[in-house]
């Protein structure tokens, strides 16, 4: 019986072994919430933006990489689900959601830029500069236009907020908060913040974050702890909040003004809540209702959605946590949502030479795996005759970020892709020696390529563009012919496009638009077929050899088999559609990241996410909701019988620390590249000291 | 204050030409001492009587020369006279200097810039499209002012006036390059601001390590650190050692293979 645990000696590649000189791990500086589509959009420290769709199960569907120059300092979404973000290279950037590339940058020369927000009206911007100057811009339907500036104040505008109302504004810097009225652009009012609560500091009090609610009150965070309320018809402080001996980082109110949150440097999200003083009285009072400790570090960034908290911060983690009270169907959805690693793969291997691509944000690295000639028991640890060798470092030249790179299956040809241009390199193996050629003069229509796929067989180039289209380029002995280029099928973008080819190199199937998964013949260059659209976005596609079945997984964690030559679900996705997945199956909370076949057996399917791999055997009963869907391996002392009792198809394996991609590279071996969450966390940047008694 | 010196540097004003000048001094500074605002008066009043006492001691070998404050002070205010004087000279010597290097760099300058009707061409086609930001040119042009006022000129560097949108040929953007330098030293200090604010001195930060060990040291049975091992130390006698050991078993191959 081939059981997940044996029968494989895994040569682990650990990624997290190696020099490097940036850190691996990026941490969050924004978010950004939009009620309408209930999206999320995230910004990170390298300058990427990632759009998280919060309905399909927190699935992370599309991303704009980042650029050495951009560091993103605001993040905010306008009327019409256009998103906005400014950093410190003083440029205001607008996204272009569907085509997936940035519309236009404008700059807007005052320095760079700490702040932003949209009216509440959705059609003006307003930014805070590093030369103290808080600018208007009006939003136009294609661009944004500079309108006016505001009194000029001493330091940086670190804060921005609008009055529900649009009327006023609230602007915090360095040791006080202004209050601009927006027709005049005057400062009306300049409430000076002590620099700590009750005492006489030198450090300058930080105004990391401002609130203006619509009954005039501002609330405010700063360095100093402070979570303080201010009202702004008379400019006096109301109400001061100790709540962390470090800064607090960043404010989120919700729609309805009745609850808030905020991020301190220590990790600890405080909820705050608008509650009556006694049980029948009308009078409230804001109370800070429910501490949260999901973050190590600072969290820098928080957001408030009708029904949860969302944090993120310098530990990478984007944690989303629904409040219990709003919240109306109590069942697994009701669960914090912690999402740490990647929803898309970034390794990509060789099977034929056992070699590992490993995708950084600015370098690739090659892998050669190691050996054992060892043998041993199910679960044993073998050790290594040859050690994994690391064969290439290499860097991309320029200050963007690599979008996505891939290996050739014979491991001859490396492609990678960055917004600007594409890179295909030729790799010669003599002996031990590995030398590498560029393939110069790429066409200019393979740039921003979201997803590069090689034939098994090496000789065909996929790759899907940011543009919808898909090109097919041959590949000959050191240069390349452009074969043929898919034209964009009808149907919005929802999610990045993921390729998969069939082995026997006559089909390819592209997903991420609302059409659904299509299918196109490679011989005779046209569409064959289209999946039905299913309405979670696809997040691992695959091919299986001979049968030629189009494996597909969701968001929602549902995984279909649909046959190509058909043109039709296959028998085994129709049953296990009636009979439903196991509710355990479906409370996963990482995504399927990627799928593979075992070449001498068709029943297999293998397919892993971020905490457990899994074998599904077709040939063997499915399991319903009373059985044990995580199977150990039954004892060997145990009849045969009883052991066929019990064994279902799916066969799950969690021995693996975090998993970040896993292959069979023959018949007999597996490789499993795994990332702890000891390594991440110790290359983070320092946390704010906690005493300890005892310590 | 009495200012005492050895007996070598007071010698008989008669000897030497030099001296004749102080003692001369000597004599019109004390007419008018009074009436300089000496902060020590008090003080001074008491040398000045010693001296009268004392008069010409000068052939007492034991005691050291007294000087009368009045010399000295002169003295004083020659020294200064002469530091004022060169310091002066200095600074003339270095605005001489200033003027030369200015109009040098005026002349490069206008060496350097593109010949007027191409110049002529670029500002008017950036004028067409004025209508519509044209606050945000207005200060555009406002700081490229400001910035020829203070950084004098950089000569080496091309001066081209950025263009916001040719209409005829939009194939190319003109941009200074002294805008980016002031585009990335602002955004360094930005970093540097927010780098200071949340790491630097005054911030509580400890570092990861003791920050994951806090637990292992609470527990009932306590732990070792998060990060117990060190893998840095020693790199380099771990390089050596690899090294040898290969070298050696090399050797050893050889020798058993005769």
């Known amino acids: ?695 | 204050m009495v200012q005492l010196r050895p007996r070598a540097s007071r010698v008989p004003a008669s000897a030497t030409v030099d001296e004749g000048q102080p003692a001369s001094e000597e004599e019109e500074e004390a007419g008018h001492g009074l009436l300089l605002g000496q902060p020590s008066s008090g003080a001074a009043a008491e040398p000045l009587e010693e001296d009268d006492e004392e008069g010409g001691d000068e052939l007492d070998d034991e005691a050291p020369e007294e000087l009368t404050f009045a010399s000295a002070q002169a003295e004083a205010r020659e020294e200064e006279r002469r530091v004022r004087e060169s310091v002066r000279r200095d600074k003339t010597l270095l605005k001489e200097k200033r003027k030369r290097r200015e109009e040098l760099f005026i002349e490069q300058k206008k060496r350097k810039l593109l010949p007027d009707n191409i110049l002529e061409k670029l500002t008017t086609a950036g004028q067409t499209n004025i209508k519509k930001s044209s606050g945000k040119l207005k200060e555009a042009n406002l700081q490229k002012e400001n910035e020829d006022c203070d950084k004098g000129s950089d000569s080496k560097k091309a001066k081209v006036q950025k263009v916001q949108s040719v209409g005829q040929n939009k194939s190319y953007l003109a941009l200074r390059l002294k805008d980016q330098d002031l585009r990335d030293s602002r955004q360094q200090a930005a970093k540097a601001f927010i780098q200071n604010s949340l790491y630097g001195p005054g911030t509580n930060r400890t570092t990861v390590n003791k920050f994951l060990s806090l637990e292992n040291k609470r527990l009932p049975v306590k732990k070792a650190a998060a990060q117990f091992l060190n893998n840095a130390w020693g790199t380099q006698k771990k390089q050596n050692a690899k090294r040898f050991k290969r070298r050696w078993m090399v050797r050893k191959m050889k020798t058993s293979k005769k």
């Open chain 1, 1 to 695: 019986a081939s059981t997940s645990g044996a029968e494989h000696a895994s040569a682990r590649a650990r990624g997290a072994a190696v020099e490097r000189d940036e850190p691996p791990a990026i941490g969050i500086r924004c978010v950004a919430y939009n009620n309408q589509s209930n999206r999320l959009a995230v910004s990170r420290t390298d300058g990427t933006v990632e759009i998280y769709n919060l309905s399909a199960n927190y699935f992370q569907e599309k991303f704009f990489p980042g650029h050495e120059s951009r560091a993103t300092e605001a993040l905010c979404w306008a009327k019409g689900q256009r998103l906005f973000s400014a950093g410190l290279n003083g440029e205001i950037i607008e996204y272009d959601l569907q085509a997936l590339n940035i519309k236009y940058a404008v700059d807007a020369f005052g320095g760079p830029i700490w702040s932003m927000a949209v009216s509440p009206c959705g059609s003006q911007l307003l930014v805070g500069c590093e030369d103290g100057s808080v600018k208007l811009f009006q939003i136009t339907p294609d661009k944004i236009q500079f309108e006016r500036n505001f009194d000029r104040q001493k330091s940086r505008i670190l804060s921005l907020s609008w009055h529900p109302s649009g009327t006023h504004i609230a602007a915090g810097s360095i040791d006080y908060i202004s209050v601009f009225a927006v027709k005049s652009g005057s400062a009306v009012h300049k409430m000076l913040v002590d620099r700590q609560y009750m005492g006489v500091s030198k450090r300058k009090c930080i105004i990391w974050g401002v609130a203006f609610l619509s009954d005039g009150t501002i609330i405010s965070v700063d360095s100093a702890g402070k979570v303080q309320f201010w009202d702004s018809a008379t400019g006096t402080l109301v109400k001061n909040h100790l709540i962390a001996n470090a800064d607090v980082q960043s404010i989120a109110v919700s729609d309805q003004e009745d609850s808030f949150v905020v991020g301190t440097a220590e990790g600890t999200v405080f909820h705050f809540q608008l509650v009556s003083v006694t049980s029948n009285s009308s009078e409230k009072q804001w109370v800070r209702t429910k501490p949260f400790q999901h973050h190590t570090h600072d969290v820098r960034a928080v957001a408030h959605s009708p029904t949860a908290l969302i944090s993120g911060g310098t530990d990478t983690h984007l944690v989303i946590r629904p409040l219990m009270e709003k919240v109306e169907v109590k069942n697994y959805d009701a669960a914090l949502r912690k999402i740490t690693f990647p929803h898309r793969r970034l390794i990509s291997c060789s099977k034929k030479r056992h070699l590992l691509l490993f995708q950084f944000a600015h370098h690739l690295e090659l892998w050669r795996l190691g050996s054992t000639v060892a043998t041993g028991k199910n679960g044993d640890t073998l050790p290594l005759s040859k050690d994994a060798d690391h064969l290439l470092h290499l860097k991309t030249k320029g200050p963007e970020n690599i979008i996505c790179s891939c290996i050739s299956p014979c491991g001859s040809w490396i492609a990678y892709s960055t917004t600007s241009r594409f890179f295909l390199y030729r790799l010669n193996y003599e002996h031990d020696n590995i030398s590498l050629q560029r393939v110069s003069k790429m066409p200019a229509f393979l740039r921003s390529a979201l997803q590069i796929l090689f034939s098994e067989d090496s000789t065909k180039l996929f790759v899907a563009s940011n543009q919808g289209s898909l090109h097919t380029i041959r590949l000959l002995e050191g240069s390349f012919k452009h074969l043929h280029t898919f034209q964009p099928q009808s149907g919005t973008v929802e999610s990045m496009c993921l390729l998969a080819v069939s082995p026997d190199g006559n089909w390819l199937a592209a997903s991420g638009t609302s059409a659904g998964v299509h299918v196109y013949n490679i011989k005779h260059l046209k569409l064959h077929c289209t999946v039905p659209a299913y309405n979670f976005p696809v997040t691992a596609l695959a091919i299986a050899p001979n049968t030629n079945n189009l494996v597909i997984a969701h968001s929602d964690q549902q995984v279909f088999e649909y046959s190509i030559p058909d043109k039709q679900y296959t028998e085994w996705s129709r049953t296990i559609q009636k009979q439903g997945f196991h509710y355990l199956w479906l409370q996963r909370d990482t995504p399927i990241t990627h799928i593979s076949f075992h070449p001498k057996r068709p029943m297999h399917i293998l397919l892993h996410d971020a905490y457990m791999f899994c074998i599904i055997d077709k040939s063997l009963p499915l399991p319903n909701d009373k059985t044990l869907l995580y199977n150990p391996l039954p004892p060997t002392n145990e009849s045969d019988v009883i052991r066929r009792r019990t064994a279902h198809a799916f066969k799950i394996s969690k021995i693996y620390k975090p998993l970040l991609f896993m292959d069979l590279l023959d018949e007999r071996t597996l490789v499993a590249v795994e990332r702890p969450l000891d390594d991440i966390i110790a290359q983070l940047p320092p946390p704010i000291k906690k005493k300890k008694f005892g310590t």
